[in-house]
């Protein structure tokens, strides 16, 4: 075997490794991404619930 057959394996390693990095930092971000977006839902529900708490105090007179 030649050099030119490990430096092929070198190189589909790289790829493989670098393809391998790519993806774990997209998972990373897509599952910070969902806990920014629960938390954001979770925010928008206690300001309804403000809302809503005031609204109807207002009947109450």
Not at 35 to 52: L, S
Not at 53 to 58: E, T
Request: aromatic residues 14%; without cysteine; charged residues 30%.
């Amino acid at each position: 075997m030649d050099w030119t057959f490990w430096l092929g394996i070198v190189i589909i390693a790289a790829l493989w490794g670098v393809t391998q990095w790519a993806f774990s930092l997209r998972r990373h971000s897509e599952k910070t991404r969902d806990t920014d977006h629960e938390a954001a839902d979770a925010m928008i529900d206690v300001e309804r619930g403000k809302e809503q708490g005031r609204y109807w105090s207002d009947f109450g007179g």
